[in-house]
């Protein structure tokens, strides 16, 4: 059995991955928390795996008080949805009108985007997430990784001038040098000029960033502590995972950039739950394949009958998500959360 511990501070101050957590070292209870759950799960036999969120920097809602959170310090780094893309180019990425356009968008976002992500196509990015998993994973011995949000929040982002620059970059030296003083010429007008020109190779450009960031971080996490395993959540219906979240887990899983696979619970039918469930485990011989149970949506009824299925299909772990809302007697019958534990210990090893 393992527990997931969602490393954060505070609730303003966004995941321990992609956040200035200096005041949460000088308070010291962030730290005694998580150092009091570590203690207490090994008493009790329990592995603790650290959950972060990667690429999410702040929920759909009021922006970050905090001065030091991730998206106040560092709007540039913001993935940039596309129908933002040419109003957002005029502006500094310091005008406060920049970060406060991209949030205006999420309220409620037209895509269903569900807050503001970071962009791995940015190396700093990529380097600032890196080194705050190498630090928290330097301070606890954690039995293992789990990722979050290792996905963009659609296709339709990030069309940031960093970004599309960078693409512009990848491309150039492929190009005649007509060719290239023409979509110059045209991007300075319109910034979607060299997404618009290369739509199969800016969607490869992406989704390969996505991957080098994942690898990069299960580096990382293999480096801190022999025996450290990485899961990620993944996208379950795989049309969805490498179209529309330019998530390639299937690469991830191939590579041995993961060692674990935790499809995301979703508002799939139980016919759907486990047609996704069947696919997965056809593609996951390298890599060990947990299920995410969205008890918080779904009925005693429902939670129990999809822990049945994951047991038909021999699936090698079962995450229950949202505990607090499972342990609400206000909206579950009493004991539903050790019911839930009785029903996933009743699965067998494989």
Request: proline share 6%; net charge positive; hydrophobic share 40%.
């Amino acid at each position: 059995p393992a527990a997931a511990a969602r490393a954060r501070g505070r609730r303003d101050r966004g995941p321990s991955a992609g956040v200035d957590d200096r005041r949460r070292r000088r308070d010291g209870r962030g730290d005694n928390r998580l150092q009091l759950l570590l203690t207490a799960a090994r008493r009790r036999g329990l592995r603790v795996h650290a959950w972060i969120q990667v690429m999410r920097a702040t929920r759909a809602g009021p922006l970050p008080t905090s001065r030091g959170h991730v998206v106040n310090r560092h709007p540039g780094w913001i993935m940039v949805p596309r129908d933002l893309a040419g109003r957002l180019a005029r502006l500094d990425v310091q005008d406060p009108a920049y970060l406060a356009a991209i949030h205006r968008w999420t309220q409620p976002s037209p895509d269903g985007v569900d807050g503001l992500y970071l962009s791995p196509i940015l190396p700093e990015v990529a380097e600032h997430i890196g080194e705050r998993l190498a630090q928290l994973l330097a301070r606890y011995r954690f039995d293992g990784v789990h990722l979050d949000s290792t996905q963009f929040p659609s296709s339709d982002f990030d069309y940031g001038r960093a970004a599309v620059a960078a693409f512009r970059a990848e491309i150039a030296d492929g190009l005649t040098v007509a060719a290239r003083r023409e979509l110059d010429a045209q991007s300075a007008v319109d910034p979607l000029t060299y997404p618009d020109a290369f739509p199969r190779q800016w969607t490869r450009f992406r989704r390969s960033k996505m991957t080098a960031l994942v690898a990069r971080l299960g580096t990382i996490a293999r480096r801190s502590r022999t025996g450290t395993r990485l899961s990620v959540s993944v996208v379950a219906d795989q049309d969805e995972a490498l179209g529309r979240r330019l998530q390639d887990w299937r690469t991830w899983a191939d590579n041995g950039f993961v060692d674990i696979l935790c499809l995301q619970p979703g508002s799939e039918t139980a016919e759907e739950f486990e047609l996704q469930v069947r696919a997965a485990r056809q593609f996951t011989s390298r890599v060990e394949l947990w299920v995410g149970l969205g008890a918080e949506w779904l009925s005693p009824f429902d939670t129990f009958d999809r822990i049945r299925a994951s047991q038909r299909i021999d699936v090698d772990g079962i995450v229950v998500w949202r505990y607090d809302s499972v342990t609400d007697r206000t909206r579950q019958p009493p004991d539903h959360l050790r019911h839930i534990g009785l029903a996933i210990a009743a699965v067998p090893p494989r």
